[in-house]
């Protein structure tokens, strides 16, 4: 069973223009919600993130918003850039009382800007 | 500088030949974890260690095996590889308890023939 679902593999964004990527979770036990940038050839590297408590986080031309009672995310990129160019992953996490911590990854997306 | 390193970052090996893959962190964190990244499936996690000594499965860790004997080092244990094995491999590291950002290696590349 899936617990995060990235349901686009890809998209394609003119460059200057906004670009949307969803995502949506199932476990209601999730707190946190991160954004991950891949580019090929190189691990993940940390975007922006937000709180189960926060309904939007905002980073320069990154913001994403949360809808708790949809379970579903999305990270908006405005303007996007050619550089934006990468696979973007949405994770979900949660620590248990016992210490132990979960984070579970989508699929991914890949992003493509086209100059 | 902060970082997770992984060693080594290509590797081609043959069925059944025990393999390590290792990974450290100089950022003093108390997790470490494993994935590992098939096409279609993104990452999946297969061990995490929450502190020396302390080590418990993700949701594929069949095959694998790992130690965490200091709280630097976390590596990766494949006692008789298989090509469901190949695949490209990330340690990952995160400061402790109430902490959600990780920090990923630049990834292993294995290819078992």
């Known amino acids: 069973d899936q617990q995060v679902k990235q349901n686009s593999p890809s998209l394609s964004v003119q460059e200057g223009r906004i670009s949307i990527l969803n995502c949506d979770y199932t476990n209601s036990m999730f707190d946190y919600f991160l954004w991950y940038k891949k580019y090929p050839a190189e691990g993940p590297t940390f975007l922006i993130s937000?709180?189960?408590?926060?309904d939007k986080n905002e980073d320069g031309r990154f913001t994403v918003f949360l809808n708790k009672s949809a379970k579903h995310l999305s990270l908006h990129i405005v303007p996007s850039q050619p550089g934006d160019s990468a696979v973007y992953f949405c994770?979900?996490?949660?620590?248990?009382?016992?210490?132990?911590?979960?984070?579970?990854f989508g699929k991914g997306t890949k992003l493509s800007v086209i100059p | 500088e902060a970082q997770v390193t992984q060693n080594p970052r290509y590797l081609i090996t043959v069925t059944g030949k025990k393999l390590t893959v290792t990974c450290s962190q100089n950022m003093n964190h108390e997790y470490m974890s494993w994935y590992r990244q098939d096409p279609g499936l993104g990452l999946r996690q297969i061990y995490y260690?929450?502190?020396?000594?302390?080590?418990d499965k993700g949701d594929v860790p069949e095959g694998y095996k790992v130690s965490r004997k200091e709280k630097r080092n976390f590596p990766l244990i494949l006692e008789s590889p298989s090509p469901n094995q190949t695949s490209l491999y990330f340690c990952a590291s995160i400061p402790g308890p109430s902490s959600y950002e990780q920090y990923f290696g630049p990834g292993t590349r294995l290819t078992v023939t």
């Open positions: 994770a979900a996490s949660a620590w248990s009382g016992a210490g132990s911590y979960q984070l579970t």
């Open positions: 937000i709180s189960s408590i926060k």
């Open positions: 260690s929450m502190n020396v000594e302390v080590t």
